[in-house]
C-alpha cells in the first residue's frame, strides 16, 4: 500500500536554530513529490514540487530535495513567521488526480 | 491568500442527517478537488472534478458525493452522517487535472462537526 510518513510529528527549534523535515514514501513510481505549509484554521498552501531524484528546490529559508525514497525539507536559520505544519505529499505515475498526503510535521520556532 | 472559497466556514450536524459544502474556484481554474483532513492528520484525497465530470476518486464510500458546475464551482455532499465525518473539508483548484502540472490552490476549509 502506498504510504507517506513524515518525522518528527513536532520539532521546536530557536530562531536561527537550522534544521530538517523528513519524508519518506512507499509507491510503484513516483509522478511528483510535494510539500504544503499550512497554518492553524487554512487551507495548505503550495511551496515545492519535486519530479526526479537528485532534484532541489528552493525558497527563501526553505530548501526542498529528492532522492529515490525520501525528501527533505531544509530550513535555514529559521524565524518565529516559519511556524506552521509542513506537509509532504505524493503522486503514484499512474494516477493523474490522486495525491496522498502525510500527517505532516508541526513546527514551532521560538523568538 | 488564493482566490478558492468555501462555504460554510463551520456546520455542526448528527449522525444520519445529510450535508452540502460549497467551493467556489480561483477564476479560470477548470479542475477542484475535495480532500478531508481529521484532526492532526494529514489530508485524504475524496474526488476531483473537471469540466463537471469525476475526474478520479480515493477510498470513500458512495454516499460522499460530489457536483461541479458549468462556472466550476463544486459541492460536496454527504449522505447519512457518522461521527467518523467529523473534519475539515478542504478543496482545491487547479488550470489543469493532472496533479503537479499546475499548482493547487486550497480554500480554508469547512470545518464539519458531527455529533
Known amino acids: 500500500e502506498d504510504q507517506v510518513t513524515q518525522s518528527p510529528e513536532a520539532l521546536r527549534l530557536q530562531e536561527g536554530e537550522s534544521s530538517s523535515l523528513n519524508c519518506s514514501y512507499t509507491?510503484?513510481?513516483?509522478?511528483?513529490l510535494f510539500w504544503y505549509r499550512q497554518d492553524p484554521g487554512k487551507g495548505p498552501e503550495f511551496l515545492f514540487t519535486?519530479?526526479?531524484a537528485g532534484e532541489e528546490k528552493e525558497k527563501e529559508r526553505l530548501k526542498a530535495t529528492l532522492t529515490k525514497k525520501e525528501s527533505f525539507l531544509h530550513i535555514t536559520a529559521p524565524k518565529p513567521e516559519d511556524s506552521a505544519t509542513y506537509l509532504c505529499?505524493?503522486?503514484?505515475?499512474?494516477?493523474?488526480?490522486?495525491?496522498?498526503f502525510g500527517s505532516g510535521t508541526r513546527l514551532s520556532i521560538r523568538p | 491568500e488564493t482566490g478558492v472559497t468555501q462555504s460554510p466556514t463551520h456546520l455542526i450536524k448528527t449522525r444520519g442527517q445529510q450535508v452540502t459544502l460549497r467551493c467556489s474556484s480561483q477564476?479560470?481554474?477548470?479542475?477542484v478537488s475535495w480532500y478531508q483532513q481529521a484532526l492532526g492528520q494529514g489530508p485524504q484525497f475524496i474526488f476531483q472534478?473537471?469540466?463537471?465530470?469525476?475526474?478520479g476518486r480515493g477510498n470513500f464510500p458512495p454516499r460522499f458525493s460530489g457536483l461541479q458546475f458549468p462556472n466550476y464551482s463544486s459541492e460536496l455532499n454527504v449522505n447519512a452522517l457518522e461521527l467518523d465525518d467529523s473534519a475539515l473539508y478542504l478543496c482545491?483548484?487547479?488550470?489543469?487535472?493532472?496533479?503537479?502540472?499546475?499548482?493547487?490552490?486550497f480554500g480554508p476549509g469547512t470545518r464539519l462537526t458531527v455529533l
Open positions: 509507491v510503484s513510481g513516483l509522478r511528483g
Open positions: 482545491a483548484s487547479s488550470l489543469v487535472p493532472r496533479v503537479g502540472e499546475d499548482t493547487q490552490y
Open positions: 505529499a505524493v503522486q503514484e505515475e499512474s494516477s493523474a488526480s490522486k495525491i496522498i
Open positions: 477564476s479560470g481554474h477548470n479542475t
Open positions: 519535486l519530479y526526479s
Open positions: 472534478y473537471y469540466r463537471e465530470e469525476e475526474n
